[in-house]
């Protein structure tokens, strides 16, 4: 099997027929009867009644439109992503998927059947069979299993780091401004103590007048973002940051069957740094965005990309951040990468970017309460029109059932169908931790990217450079003394004082810091939409 040969769940898997539906539920399901590869996501509700033979789908050319996976917590998400995840799979598609709450990685075994399962395989007409798929598994900075994910200081960029260092607007202004500098002169931020040595420094008696000439850094400003920096990391996220870098191509791979590869990203060790997690999967967009190629309108994309708790990414998000996700957003599916927001409600997705997912799948909302109700009302508007009642189905909604419109073959939405979902192949919760150790050390990458390696980069540099400093300065203060001789105190003073000025002016750490590093790297770095580095390769 190749990536070149479809396999559909559902071809020659579906029980039932089209024939003898009701009018309205039959022209539903005739907007859904595309002829190109697509994958199968349940049987249509109607009438509260399942309806085997109208089958509901998403065409697979139009995953790189984008999608919406959003309901209440405990109706269904997790398992959509799966079984959607696992049919992009068969079909030679890579996906990526964040697991948050640590159950994603059952995906690689076969599942269990069951009553249950075997139940919702025939309400739904499909022809049930256990399968597990190929993975990788990841883990931010090696905390928790999977193979570390780490990225440079350099490559995360100003924008993605003040949203994780929760900097208000000036700050990240001037966060922006340190990076122009450390490009311009070569100094490469790879971890954190990087970053702060540069901050320091340009704060430093010799730094100050470095950035005259374009706008200046306030000491003020300068000690929130060394403040933010040490608490961020006090909470363990310096592992984060660092060497080897990861190459988001990595996630483009197929296994040897020519099934998609897919990576999950490990994140239970995590859940405490929500901003974090959020910011480090927008990175891995950014990279990939300006990384591929335009390809236009595929047959399949390249890859799909599951972005869970997607709130976490938009709150509390500057002006420009949130341009530029939509930005993103907007421009990534003509290089062949499709992206689903995992979230509660649609509200959690700022209009602009929401506006860009052209493929729904809503499972059910609950209205305790006025603002409940609001929500409800917003989400409906949302949709098509529809013969539905959608405030009285999306609260009706059980467990495994969502309401689906999506974008067919030739672009248009499809009608709004009320769906209820197939059983997953994989397994519905997490492998045992040793078979999940062992597929990570098993994995060809683990060599690559286990050890963390720590070169020298801006804070050595700075810090040798004000070592040599010190040391000349050090040195001209004893030979002034000798020559002083049996002078006056006050003279020699004098001298030394000359002496040491002259030497620090003369050898201050960034006159000559511009002149060796300068040099060799100073070129300034060519930065994307989220002012991310473009990887050097």
Request: net charge neutral; proline share 6%; charged share 25%.
């Amino acid at each position: 099997m190749t990536p070149q040969e479809p396999v559909r769940q559902g071809a020659g898997e579906e029980i039932g027929s089209a024939a003898a539906l009701p009018p309205p539920a039959g022209e539903i399901a005739s907007a859904y009867s595309f002829t190109g590869p697509a994958l199968d996501l349940g049987a249509l509700l109607w009438d509260r009644q399942c309806l085997p033979g109208a089958q509901i789908r998403i065409p697979l050319s139009m995953l790189n439109r984008h999608g919406l996976v959003a309901g209440a917590t405990g109706t269904g998400k997790t398992k959509t992503l799966q079984l959607i995840a696992e049919q992009l799979s068969a079909n030679g598609v890579p996906v990526f998927l964040a697991d948050i709450k640590g159950d994603a990685s059952g995906i690689s075994a076969p599942g269990q059947g069951g009553d249950r399962v075997q139940e919702r395989a025939g309400q739904v007409g499909q022809r049930w069979s256990a399968a597990g798929f190929p993975c990788e598994f990841y883990g931010l900075g090696g905390i928790g299993p999977g193979i570390p994910v780490r990225a440079t200081v350099t490559d995360f960029g100003p924008l993605l780091l003040a949203k994780v260092l929760r900097l208000n607007q000036t700050q990240e202004q001037s966060l922006g401004l340190i990076f122009h500098y450390a490009d311009a002169k070569g100094l490469e931020l790879v971890d954190l103590k990087d970053l702060r040595a540069v901050v320091a420094f340009l704060v430093s008696d010799e730094g100050k007048a470095e950035l005259k000439t374009i706008g200046g850094l306030s000491t003020a400003t300068a000690g929130v973002i060394l403040r933010s920096i040490t608490a961020f990391e006090q909470q363990g996220a310096s592992g984060f940051f660092g060497e080897p870098a990861f190459d988001t191509a990595e996630l483009l791979r197929t296994a040897p069957d020519g099934r998609g590869l897919v990576s999950v990203l490990e994140l239970p060790a995590v859940q405490d740094k929500p901003q974090l997690f959020s910011t480090f999967l927008m990175w891995m967009l950014a990279d990939l965005f300006h990384d591929l190629p335009e390809v236009g309108d595929l047959d399949r994309p390249k890859l799909v990309f599951f972005f869970d708790e997607a709130h976490l990414l938009f709150s509390g998000a500057s002006k420009a951040f949130l341009e530029s996700i939509t930005q993103t957003v907007r421009l990534i599916r003509s290089k062949g990468v499709g992206i689903f927001f995992v979230t509660q409600t649609p509200k959690d997705v700022p209009g602009d970017v929401l506006a860009q997912l052209g493929n729904r799948v809503q499972h059910a909302l609950r209205a305790f309460t006025p603002e409940d109700a609001k929500a409800l009302k917003a989400t409906v508007r949302t949709f098509p029109k529809s013969p539905y009642d959608l405030e009285e189905v999306l609260t009706g909604l059980g467990t495994g059932e969502a309401v689906v419109t999506v974008l067919s073959d030739t672009g248009a939405p499809t009608p709004v169908a009320v769906t209820r979902l197939r059983a997953p192949r994989s397994r519905m919760g997490p492998v045992e931790a040793a078979a999940l150790d062992a597929a990570v050390k098993g994995s060809s990458l683990y060599e690559r990217y286990a050890e963390a390696v720590d070169r020298e980069s801006a804070y050595e540099r700075l810090t040798a450079e004000q070592r040599a400093a010190e040391a000349a300065a050090g040195k001209a203060a004893r030979e002034a003394e000798r020559e002083a001789g049996p002078e006056p105190e006050r003279r020699s003073g004098e001298r030394r004082e000359e002496s040491l000025a002259e030497q620090v002016m003369g050898s201050g750490v960034f006159r000559s810091l511009a002149r060796s590093v300068g040099t060799q790297l100073g070129r300034e770095i060519t930065r994307s939409l989220f002012g991310t580095a473009r990887r050097r390769r």
